[in-house]
Nanobody, 115 residues
């Protein structure tokens, strides 16, 4: 069964850190580009960070220098390290896997940053 399961969300104060993880199953993980997206209340879902199958990363301007995406192909996981969190980072964060045949989404994990 193809599945992405996110973990690591929660409540944190502004300036704090959280680490999100996404565990993939049912796919050839190393063949997939992986990404983290987020959706805040009343806003569209947006790309936060992505990492290609070859390990090339890209980030939204709003998180550059604060967030780091990484992947472990041996463990079929992708991680988003989030530092210096701001209240505007509050959102549901979704893991995404993409290959030439399909796009897969996790169910999301809520991150709340208090001021």
């Amino acid at each position: 069964q193809v599945r992405l399961v996110e973990s690591g969300g929660g409540l944190v104060q502004a300036g704090g850190s959280l680490r999100l993880s996404c565990a993939a199953s049912g796919i050839i993980f190393s063949d997939n580009a992986m990404g983290w997206y987020r959706q805040a209340p009343g806003k569209q879902r947006e790309l936060v960070a992505g990492i290609s199958s070859g390990g090339v990363t890209n980030y939204a301007d709003s998180v550059k220098g604060r967030f780091t995406i990484s992947r472990d192909n041996a463990k079929n996981t992708v991680t988003l390290q989030m530092n210096s969190l701001k209240p505007e980072d509050t959102a549901v964060y979704y893991c995404n896997a993409k290959n030439r045949d399909m796009t897969i989404w996790g169910k999301g994990t809520l991150v709340t940053v208090s001021s």
